[in-house]
């Protein structure tokens, strides 16, 4: 006899049915029906993840979401909260600086300015910003 054909056949007569004798067809479904809730579970915790999210204004990562979470007593492991953030989209705000070297204007639309130039005064009465 095939193994896998007699772990189907012994789960089949272990299933909650209210008729004695279950047919293959209902541990397949009952294995679809269990999918189908952890997807419900994972569309719930979704939304509380955004709207933690939106509140922490859009700064917070799956860890601190994670926490708030579970201070909301929802039971969520940070596997799973690490995954249905990447999911929706949700990203940690990485560095509240200014990048460096970054100045806000296109690259090549200022003169390039020699530190001679500058130092020398021949431009001291312009605002020249430094990248």
Known sequence: MNPR???TDNSARV??????GAVHSGFYAL???LL?????????????LK???????EVYGYRKLHDDL???????SPNRAWRLARLAGIRAQIGYKKKPGFCGCRPGSKKN????????GLLSG????RC
């Open 5 to 7: 054909c007699f772990i």
């Open 15 to 20: 299933l909650p049915s209210d008729k004695p």
């Open 36 to 48: 189908f809730q952890r997807a419900l579970e994972d569309q719930r915790q979704t939304v509380l």
């Open 113 to 120: 300015l020699t530190l001679g130039e500058i130092e020398c």
């Open 51 to 57: 709207q933690a999210w939106d509140d922490s204004g």
């Open 70 to 76: 579970c201070d909301m007593g929802e039971d969520i």
């Open 31 to 33: 294995l679809r029906e």
């Open 126 to 129: 312009l605002n020249v910003r």
